[in-house]
């Protein structure tokens, strides 16, 4: 019997998809090439973005089955990466104190750093979760 854990939220999925035409929900759903993209075309200029509502679904329970449940919770990094990012809390949140006070004290490694994350969150967060297990 395959139990699938609930790595990623709906919720928070269609709370992101506002600022979809920024490809924040492509993002946390662990599509950093099309969050790219939508990013620099405006959600491929709001049609993309309008689809995704639709899309949104699918996309959770692909993020569900592609990432390691653990005890670092996706829903939380995500809010913290998307909100506070250049402030470095996702990084505090997952134990990287270092890099967290170093986001803090340069806006993030001066966005570069926050942008990494956004193409990399849910891997170091699956990694972090994997070595709990």
Known sequence: MDVTKDTHSKVIGYLLWIFGFL???RFYY????TGTIWFFTLG???I???VDLFLIPAMD???DLRFTAGATDYNVAWILLTFLGVFGVHRM???KWLSGILYLLTGGLFLIGVLYDFWTLNEQ???KNAQRG
Request: charged share 15%.
């Open 125 to 127: 967060i699956s990694i």
């Open 61 to 63: 329970r692909e993020a």
């Open 30 to 33: 662990g599509k950093p090439v």
């Open 93 to 95: 949140y997952q134990g």
């Open 48 to 50: 993309g973005w309008i």
């Open 44 to 46: 491929l200029l709001f």
């Open 23 to 25: 490809g924040a929900h």
